[in-house]
Structure formats: structure tokens, C-alpha cells
């Protein structure tokens, strides 16, 4: 086995073709994409140049599968500091500032020490400077407004909202899937 190998995970579509999700988009690593095709999970839809082999047998890596039985999405996004941001695009909802979700923070709009609560409803994407000037203020308080009010985002619109941020690694073979800098043809 050669090292190299570790950097060939498979996109993983569901049985209708769609990516489970895009950001973070659905991908396996190699061995769980092979281990799938063997137990018939899935089916292999476009391979690697690379192969993997054992003394009586060879397969090229997969480098997109999809699932035999469509997964369907869960009912409801799961409150987390990732799904907030992204339903708030990585960007500061005081000051509009687009950053990496390492400098990025959650504020209460109601704070908590006034009643507010953590839910999808009071909770907003902040950058640091601007959480830190909002203090335990409300807004009016601290004299700040939102870009967006705060609410409860669906699965298909953080799946659209994924979209725009596309992954370091794009490989050729997912591009047909993923529909980024896609060229159509006529």
C-alpha cells in the first residue's frame, strides 16, 4: 500500500445521484468506499487512475459511489455552532465580515443574563470584535443592528448554502455532480 493512497476519498452520492451533502461535503475514505462496494451498499459510478491490489485480485479506487437506497435527510437541522454559521455563511451578522470559522464566534441577540435563550431563534454568527462590543448589551443598547434576524434554517437550504464553499481537493470525476465550475455544453 502505498501512501499516496490515502488522498483518494470517494464523493458519496445518494441513490438518486445527489451528493448527501456539500458542505462538508459527503465524502469516504477509500477503504470505507471499497468495503461499501463489496457489501453491496453501493454502486461504483467513476473511478481513479490508482488501483489497489491484493496477490489474486485488483480494483481501481472509486472516486464517486452512490448508495443503492436513498438516505433521506434528516427532518431537522441539528443546532450546532457549524450548521449556525453556514446557515449565516461564515459571515459576522453585526458587520458583514466573511471569515474562516476558526475567528468566528455565536452571540445570544437576547443575552442570556436578560432571558435569552440558545436556539436557532437567538443565536447568530458573530466575529469576535463585534461580540466582544455587544457585550451583555441587547441591541439597541449597544447600538447594533442585524444583518439577518435569526431562525431556524431547512436541510435544503444549508445544502445550498454548502454549495458556495467548495472544498480544497475537486477532483475532475465529482465536478458533473457538483455542479461547480461546470461548463455546459450546447
Same mark, same amino acid.
Given at each position: 500500500? @502505498? #501512501?499516496?493512497?490515502?488522498?483518494? !476519498?470517494? *464523493?458519496?452520492?445518494?441513490?438518486?445521484?445527489?451528493?448527501l451533502s456539500y458542505?462538508? *461535503?459527503? *465524502?469516504?475514505?477509500?477503504?470505507? /468506499?471499497?468495503?461499501?462496494?463489496?457489501?453491496?451498499?453501493? @454502486?461504483v459510478v467513476s473511478e481513479y487512475d490508482q488501483s489497489v491490489h491484493s496477490p489474486s485480485f485488483e480494483m481501481k479506487l472509486p472516486s464517486v459511489i452512490a448508495l443503492n437506497e436513498y438516505a433521506?435527510? #434528516?427532518?431537522?437541522? /441539528?443546532?450546532?455552532?457549524f450548521n449556525l454559521f453556514l446557515r449565516d455563511m461564515f459571515a459576522c451578522q453585526y458587520c458583514g465580515v466573511q471569515l474562516p /470559522? @476558526?475567528?468566528l464566534t455565536f452571540d445570544?441577540?437576547?443575552?442570556?443574563?436578560?432571558?435569552?435563550?440558545?436556539?436557532?431563534?437567538?443565536?447568530?454568527? /458573530?466575529?469576535?470584535?463585534?461580540?466582544?462590543?455587544k457585550g451583555h448589551k441587547n441591541?439597541?443598547?449597544?447600538?447594533?443592528?442585524?444583518?439577518?434576524? !435569526?431562525? @431556524?434554517?431547512?436541510?435544503?437550504e444549508l445544502q445550498q448554502h454548502g454549495r458556495f464553499f467548495p472544498p480544497n481537493h475537486l477532483h475532475?470525476?465529482?465536478?458533473?455532480? *457538483?455542479?461547480w465550475d461546470t461548463e455546459l455544453e450546447d
Open positions: 500500500m @502505498q #501512501a499516496s493512497q490515502a488522498h483518494y !476519498p470517494a *464523493l458519496v452520492l445518494n441513490a438518486d445521484f445527489r451528493p458542505y462538508p *461535503l459527503s *465524502l469516504w475514505s477509500w477503504q470505507d /468506499a471499497i468495503r461499501s462496494v463489496f457489501m453491496g451498499r453501493v @454502486q433521506r435527510p #434528516a427532518p431537522r437541522v /441539528a443546532f450546532t455552532r /470559522a @476558526q475567528d445570544h441577540v437576547v443575552p442570556k443574563s436578560r432571558g435569552g435563550r440558545t436556539n436557532w431563534q437567538n443565536i447568530v454568527t /458573530a466575529c469576535r470584535p463585534c461580540n466582544s462590543h441591541l439597541k443598547d449597544a447600538n447594533m443592528h442585524l444583518a439577518t434576524p !435569526p431562525y @431556524q434554517p431547512s436541510a435544503f475532475e470525476s465529482w465536478r458533473d455532480f *457538483l455542479y
